[in-house]
């Protein structure tokens, strides 16, 4: 059974930096893309990054391109999600997402971010 587990998060004022990682075990990491998703407090989640199974391709949510870094270790069956110059409106629940096919998907618990002076 597949499973993710996040870390990484806390409060940091705005400016600051934070680097949240995704372990995952029981599945075969290797071919699944990974994603980081978000979740502000009376909003939907939305997607914020994510890259390709061999690592070669991202994609970024506009508000944070420039700002965030998603990276994974096939080797170590991890993902991080490096996040500079970071704004309360970066305040959510981040959570790392892996997908393979359009059926299988595995959650993580997810880790709180926020953002505040």
């Known amino acids: 059974q597949g499973q993710l587990v996040e870390s990484g998060g806390g409060l940091v004022q705005p400016g600051g930096s934070l680097r949240l990682s995704c372990a995952a075990s029981?599945?075969?990491?290797?071919?699944?893309?990974m994603s980081w998703y978000r979740q502000a407090p009376g909003k939907e989640r939305e997607m914020v990054a994510s890259?390709?199974?061999?690592?070669?391709?991202?994609n970024y949510k506009n508000s944070v391109k420039g700002r965030f870094t998603i990276s994974r270790d096939n080797d170590k069956n991890t993902i991080d999600l490096q996040m500079n110059n970071l704004k309360p409106e970066d305040t959510a629940m981040y959570y790392c997402?892996?997908?393979?096919?359009?059926?299988?998907?595995?959650w993580g618990q997810g880790t709180q971010v926020t953002v505040s002076s």
């Open positions: 997402k892996a997908r393979r096919g359009t059926r299988d998907e595995i």
């Open positions: 029981g599945f075969d990491f290797v071919f699944y893309i």
């Open positions: 890259v390709s199974s061999g690592g070669t391709s991202t």
